[in-house]
């Protein structure tokens, strides 16, 4: 015979072995990942591992007790694995979680009633419950998309699917019976005894290193959000600005629109720390990313843009919507003091406003858009309303207007 003798017994034993070696791998890589799920998958292992080596072992015990253990024990760490996904997809505990730690003990039962002297039909209750467990998982899966991130989650769901058709043939009527052989003869059997060792290998794999992924997608995403919100105001910053902009523009281009770019300072916010100590400054800051938090509608984006800079940027606004915002917002600053000890400080600001037509012919395609350009036409204006007086506005000469009809 071409193939190194294998029968299900070592394939199962192979299984159990490489599910107490995963908990290993998982504990190493999922340590730094703390509450979101590591422990239960572990433990859902654990009991897969001794659910598998059961089976491999039922041969030298009374066969179907063992085999009815391995069941609840594979039932059990479904529902543990159904656990440390809800516990992944940061769900609060709930009653959903009690059915889902019940189901295998409550399923167990069902079946030891319906059919405690018919082995063969327990066997195929048994793995009708399994594949109906993998759906639970699988609904859970979808049903919490949202609160994941990357593919990873994706992957785990075609590992599922995989694994739902494979044990599917046992739970049908006329099902072969789900007790091993110790020894296999024909290259028919020991090729089943091989798939039966790739297909279960391969679920162990998928699952572990799918959870993995979904573990260190959330983590790039968490780091890439940090690297784009200010720590002291809570805004988004200009990287995090400009990563915004390049998203929406390309469509704004080809609806032939405009941005609108409102630059803000406040002024004379040197002599508030030179008065009042950098602390002072820094609530300065907080109080008036507050105001403007108020200020910014649903479309528009707002940053902290440098030190005392921030900036609006308006989607298709027109010259005259630029302005009014420039002015609210101007006022609405001014008009709200901020506390500082005992005192109460009158901050104000000035405000550069440029409207940039975009066409996505203006420059190399989407990609190639000059926002420095568009800026810098807002930083100068803000300093012509430096200029003229601070605590207002003024708008770019080459500030996009629509011509009258
Ligand atoms: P103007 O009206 O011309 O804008 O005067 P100004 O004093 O606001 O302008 P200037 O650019 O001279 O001062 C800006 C100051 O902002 C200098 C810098 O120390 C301060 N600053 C920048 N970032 C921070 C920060 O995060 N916290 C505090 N407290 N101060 C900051
Ligand atoms: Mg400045
Ligand atoms: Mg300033």
Redesign the pocket.
């Known amino acids: 015979m071409l193939l190194p003798q294998l029968n299900p017994q070592t394939a199962f034993t192979i299984t159990a072995l490489s599910s107490w070696s995963m908990i290993a791998l998982l504990w190493v890589m999922g340590r730094s990942f703390p509450r979101q799920g590591v422990a239960w998958i572990m433990g859902s292992l654990a009991s897969f591992g001794l659910g598998y080596m059961l089976i491999a072992l039922s041969r030298a015990l009374p066969t179907e007790e063992a085999m009815r253990v391995s069941y609840f024990m594979l039932g059990l760490g479904s529902s543990l694995a159904a656990l440390g996904i809800r516990r992944f997809q940061l769900y609060r505990w709930s009653l959903a979680d009690g059915a889902i730690a019940l189901l295998p003990h409550a399923m167990t039962a069902v079946w030891l009633a319906l059919a405690l002297n018919d082995f063969t039909l327990y066997a195929r209750l048994s793995n009708a419950g399994f594949v109906l467990q993998i759906i639970v998982l699988c609904a859970i899966l979808i049903s919490g998309r949202k609160r994941m991130v990357g593919h990873g989650w994706k992957v785990m769901l075609g590992g599922l699917v995989i694994q739902a058709l494979s044990v599917l043939p046992f739970a049908l009527p006329g099902s072969p019976p789900s007790t091993v052989e110790p020894v296999v003869h024909s290259l028919a059997e020991q090729l089943m005894a091989w798939a039966l060792c790739g297909v279960m290998f391969l679920n162990l794999q998928l699952s572990v290193l799918s959870f993995l992924m979904m573990l260190q997608d959330r983590r790039t995403d968490n780091e890439r959000q940090a690297a784009e919100v200010d720590v002291?105001t809570q805004l988004p910053n200009r990287r995090s600005l400009v990563r915004q902009l390049a998203h929406w523009l390309p469509l704004v281009m080809r609806q032939q629109g405009s941005v609108g770019i409102i630059l803000l300072?406040?002024?004379?916010?040197?002599?508030?720390?030179d008065a009042f100590g950098?602390?002072?400054?820094?609530r300065?800051?907080q109080h008036v990313a507050g105001v403007l938090r108020e200020e910014v509608r649903q479309g528009e984006l707002l940053a902290r843009y440098?030190?005392?800079e921030f900036v609006i940027v308006l989607r298709n606004a027109d010259r005259q919507t630029a302005m009014t915002v420039a002015a609210r917002v101007v006022e609405k600053v001014r008009n709200a003091p901020v506390q500082l000890g005992t005192h109460v400080r009158h901050v104000t600001v000035?405000a550069g406003v440029h409207v940039q037509k975009v066409a996505i012919d203006e420059a190399d395609g989407a990609s190639g858009w000059p926002w420095h350009d568009w800026i810098r036409q807002a930083d100068a204006a803000m300093y012509v309303a430096?200029g003229a007086g601070?605590n207002q506005f003024a708008v770019s000469p080459r500030s996009h207007a629509p011509v009258p009809a």
Do not use: T
């Open positions: 002291l300072d406040i002024d004379h916010f040197k002599q508030v720390n950098h602390d002072a400054g820094d300065v800051l440098g030190g005392e000035s430096k601070r």
